[in-house]
Nanobody, 119 residues
Framework: QVQLVESGGGLVQPGGSLRLSCAAS????????VRWYRQAPGKEERELVA?????????NYADSVEGRFTISRDSGKNMVFLQMNNLKPEDTGVYFC???????????WGQGTQVTVSS
């Protein structure tokens, strides 16, 4: 059974930092593109925040987080991280980890972790 479990969310003041983690069981991240999405309060759609490809490890980011967020992968631990610095109130939302095996069209989601940026 495949599971993605996010952790690391919480309440932080503007300008602060958080590090989100996504741990996988039942799949190997090295075969998947892994993305972080977020869903802002009151919005139905999820916004793509960052992605990391496999096996090359290329990364890309939404314009709104470029230069502040960093996505990375630890293949040995089968985990993906999202380091978030200089957080802003508009970064508030539920952050979801998504893994996609593009070649065969498999896609999985985690349950999400809440990030609240407020003074």
């Amino acid at each position: 059974q495949v599971q993605l479990v996010e952790s690391g969310g919480g309440l932080v003041q503007p300008g602060g930092s958080l590090r989100l983690s996504c741990a996988a069981s039942g799949l190997t991240f090295s075969r998947y593109v892994v993305r972080w999405y977020r869903q802002a309060p009151g919005k139905e759609e999820r916004e793509l925040v960052a992605a990391i490809t496999s096996p090359g490890g290329s990364t890309n980011y939404a314009d709104s987080v470029e230069g502040r967020f960093t996505i990375s992968r630890d293949s040995g631990k089968n985990m993906v991280f999202l380091q978030m610095n200089n957080l802003k109130p508009e970064d508030t939302g539920v952050y979801f980890c998504n893994a996609e095996w593009v070649v065969i069209g498999l896609k999985y989601w985690g349950q999400g972790t809440q990030v609240t940026v407020s003074s």
